[in-house]
């Protein structure tokens, strides 16, 4: 997971603006590492990179290494005198525009914004699943949906959770949509945002590795049509608290992990898949099903499913979102 701000200047008046907006923003500046050296490690690691300087260092540095504008991290170029700030790269997942507006406030400048949507005051589609959490599964079909509605067309958009607030113009909720929201694999050619609403509830034998729960996961998500995208946490029992395996695989995907006594798991409300061998282990009929009902207050949407010595069961958070 990328973190941190890094930014980087090539003259005494464009280091002093750099350390003013590191102090502001919470970043780091480069010292004397190679220039090269440093954009690698930073274009890695860092949520965003700001160059203050001449926009042709900022792209020749950055260009051997852009890859998706779901992956990259924003590239902003500053002039030392603070007057315009350019977002290069990452204007909207990557989080580039409202980096350039919050640099901009800094110096007094102007953040230059090019992206066409934000140009004509339009929604955006992949900077609105940013706010809300949400994944875009096929960037390239983020320009079919703002196409639209540069040409003052209507998008829908296929939503099967709450959204409030004021929709914006040109946009419809219903089905089909030029937009999907859902967690479910699906050949459909609108474009596909997940929701980040699922949570993995595990078990798993002593001493099953990280890639052996890895394996299963991904067996899990072909399996059930659901995809690794829409996960944001995963649940157990406390027997497995101290499980290296089960440790690292959570802490790999980025997921708080949470755990429950085998008392806790049997107040779980709902229908479980009863098994006397677990309860002869743990002291309770199901793991992975009553632990993930427990994170989420019950809405489960998968079963156990058993794969290698682990058991996978998914539920789903209810959530809101809103068109801020």
């Known amino acids: 997971m990328r973190e941190g701000i890094a930014l980087t200047a090539f003259t005494p008046r464009g280091k002093a603006l750099a350390e003013h907006l590191a102090a502001e923003l919470g970043g780091i500046v480069r010292t004397e590492e190679n220039l090269a050296d440093w ?28 890859q998706s504008k779901t992956t990259d991290p924003a590239v902003l170029c500053v002039d030392e005198a603070g007057r315009w700030v350019v977002p290069l790269l990452s204007g909207h997942l990557g989080g580039a525009n409202a980096l350039a507006m919050r640099v901009a406030a800094i110096t007094g400048g102007n953040a230059v914004i090019t992206t066409a949507t934000d140009l004509n005051g339009l929604f955006a589609v992949d900077l609105w699943a940013k706010k809300q959490g949400m994944t875009v599964l ?88 659901i ?54 282990v743990t002291g ?14 019950g809405r489960l949407i998968e079963k156990k499913y058993a794969c290698g010595g682990v058991t996978f069961a998914a539920a789903e958070h209810y959530v809101n979102y809103d068109w801020s």
């Open 39 to 66: 954009t690698q490690a930073a274009f890695a690691s860092c949520e965003a990179l700001i160059f203050v300087g001449a926009a042709g260092i900022a792209v020749r540095s950055v260009a051997p290494y852009i």
């Open 227 to 280: 995809l690794p995208e829409a996960f944001k946490s995963a649940a157990s029992i406390d027997l497995k608290r101290d499980e290296a395996g089960l440790l690292r695989f959570c802490e790999s995907r980025g997921w708080p992990l949470r755990f429950y006594s085998a008392e806790e798991l049997r107040g779980a409300e709902g229908v479980f898949t009863a098994s006397n061998f677990v309860e002869s």
């Open 284 to 297: 309770v009929d199901n793991v992975c099903e009553r632990a993930a009902a427990m994170e989420t207050g």
């Open 138 to 225: 096929q960037p390239e079909r983020i320009k079919q949906v703002s196409a639209k509605l540069l040409r003052g067309e209507d998008i829908v958009i296929d939503c099967p959770y709450p959204v409030t607030g004021s929709i914006p113009e040109f946009v419809c909720l219903g089905s089909p949509g030029d937009v999907l929201v859902s967690y479910r694999k699906t050949e459909d050619s609108a474009l596909q945002l997940v929701p980040r609403v699922l949570t993995l509830g595990i078990g798993c034998k002593r001493g099953t590795s990280s890639d052996a729960l890895e394996q299963a996961f991904m067996a899990f998500c072909t399996g059930r049509g």
